[in-house]
């Protein structure tokens, strides 16, 4: 994997690696932390202050999670918060999310309280990387997850979601040969999916993702028999699950593949009381918030992401005392960028 192409960000002289950051996680020190009631307080009053509205991605710490206007994945984040008439958005989350939001919100200031909060997958492919790809596949449709930098959005004719890829794909004629990215597993799962055979995906992963494999899926079955399985398509398990759950073998009983967001849809409505999660562990947070009477288990406790974990409420407040970090796409990239997303959005 390579390190995305940043060149254009305001912060890219400072942006580390995210790869290298995933080897040598820095997780902040509780020692000498403000009080969290104390930093709660200082957090809604500049709030209020600065007209600001806060999001946080379901993978963020609980006490972050609990403070935000919005949680959820990504995009339904930014969206949220376009609808707001804030002036200031903080995004709790990695910072291509705080991108998309700037794209989305461009009357808006956007602030990401950890500029090295990066995305091993986002960064599995560069704006150059794609352009090479597409000269080697001339009149090819490329279909670009959200999870990627504003400069590969600026080179994509689509964006998805993990919960509309497969709807999005298939709006595609089957004429077109399409370029998939970035992640290989959720590529290989809308191929699966659409039975389509021109269908190319880049082979790139969210390094927490890959490592959730049949061997963690066998041990939380064993551990946990009568529990329902989430299993998100990024994982590194979903090309064994599909084919598994397609021939209905025994193993993947009471097995779901989903998305965050239809998670907490399908937890809310099922009568089961046990679960399974197979996602960064995050989200076991927000799962057990809304249902206090059902139980959620880890796929692995070491299901973590490390950039997901940088922001705390110190720095959240750090980030609204002192404007930092603002995150800027230059109007070029971003009004290239706005399209494959305002064409995904379009897609009923």
Known sequence: MNKSDLSNNS???????????????????????????????EILELKQEKNAVILAHNYQIPEVQDIADFTG???????????????LIVF?????????????????????????AGCSLASSITAQQLRSWKSEHPNSIVV????????????????????????????IPEKHQILFLPDMFLGTYVQ????????????????????????????????HPKAKFLIHPECGCI???????SEKDPSTTNGKILSTGNMEKYVRESQSTEFVVATENGMLHPLRKKNPGKTFYPISDQSVCEFMKMTN????????????????VPERIAKQARIPLERMLAIK
């Open 239 to 245: 090309n064994s699950a599909m084919y598994l759950t």
């Open 144 to 171: 670009s997850y959200v999870n990627t930098t504003a400069a590969v959005k600026a080179e994509s004719d689509y964006c998805c979601t993990s919960t509309n890829a497969v709807k999005i794909v298939e709006s």
């Open 73 to 87: 994945d990504s995009l339904g984040l930014s969206l949220e918060a376009a609808k707001t008439t804030a002036d």
């Open 11 to 41: 912060l890219s002289s400072s942006f580390s690696d995210p790869l290298t950051i995933a080897k040598n996680p820095v997780i902040p020190s509780k020692r000498n932390m403000p009080n969290n009631v104390q930093l709660v307080k």
């Open 313 to 328: 409420l110190e720095k959240l407040r750090n980030s609204l005392r002192e404007n930092i970090f603002e995150v800027k």
């Open 92 to 116: 709790c989350g990695v910072y291509f999310m705080a991108e998309t939001a700037a794209i989305l919100s461009p009357e808006k200031r956007v602030l990401i309280p950890d500029k090295n």
């Open 192 to 223: 699966k999916i659409t039975g389509r055979k021109n269908i190319l995906v880049w082979w790139g992963e969210c390094h927490v993702h890959a490592a959730i494999g049949s061997k963690e899926i066998s041990k939380a079955r064993h551990n």
